[in-house]
């Protein structure tokens, strides 16, 4: 949900330019005029109506509230997602049916987020070329200025590098860059990979760390294909939904699948409840069923948090995996799935 804005950050685009994500939740207020839109702060959270944004067409917006429903005024100020990060905007109502509100699109909203400040956690290949050595591995997460991988060995802070990023089929950057910081990879988690896979694959004196690169001297026509890269991949991260979703997972290097739980889950990704930790950058193979659909996904995890009880004894693995790109046709129906759950939950926990 959405909090207070920040006016210096606001850019004020067309609606249908800012591509409103359906499935994501919102929040409604009474408006007095459209000009409530440029208001420094949102109105009290708790005078807000819950509702989640059902459907985004270019005749109509369509909410559904959470009961029980009120009616509403003919006016609206809406505070919901798009791709480029939070928004604002005042719509007219057209219809109420019990909890599902229908308003006509918005001439402009306000976003209040700048694209190039997200960084998104996405497995893009990358390719490292330093005085260490020459790396390919899978990034942690990517942003316009930067990226963070997780090499086998430590890399000197303040050392430049080269980094090729692929940003598709076909399509790859090479760009320099500068280490900015470099952190060992937590002892005690990769103690508990060598419990659980038995060996390490790489070289068993590595050390696995994770490196944050910062691009310097990026061109123009780079900088574009960044920016089009980070926007469509933060487009594959919403909506987010919390559920548990069963499924079967596995190494590249195993050859059985495991059954596990997603807990949580996007378009893009989701936060795998593993039996065992994995290192980011490691490659795995998912299986689920959504939607009465099966899908199947490669993916890298880019994360991995392990929940510990009191006396030490480790409970589980959170790893957060990002899927490769996948069939245009078949991410289609898995964003087509996601949603629909969205609402099947929002419709629930209300």
Known sequence: MIGQTAPRLARRLAWADADLVEGTEALLWPASSEAAAEAEELPDRSEACRALLSWVRP???????????????????????????????????????????????PPSITIVERRDLFRIPVAARVTVESASGTWSLYSVDCSVGGIRICPPNPIEVGAEVEVKVELGVGNEIILPAVVRHCRPFPPDARSSLIVAHGKFDADPDSSPSVAGLQFVRVPSDAERHLSQFVGRHQRRLMPRVQAVVPLEYRSHSDRRFLEAFATELSPGDLVLMARQPHLPGERLELKLRLSRQHFAFDASAVSCET??????????????VSFDDADAAVEAKFRKAVRELSIDRFSRRA
């Open 59 to 105: 005749k109509v917006l369509r909410f559904e509230m959470e009961p029980p429903p009120r009616a509403l005024p003919e006016m609206l100020l809406v505070s919901t997602l798009a791709v480029g990060g939070p928004a604002q905007f005042v719509v007219r109502k057209t219809y109420q049916i019990s909890a599902t509100v229908a308003c006509d699109p």
């Open 307 to 320: 929940t510990v009880e009191d006396d030490g004894k480790t409970v589980c693995h959170f790893v957060k």
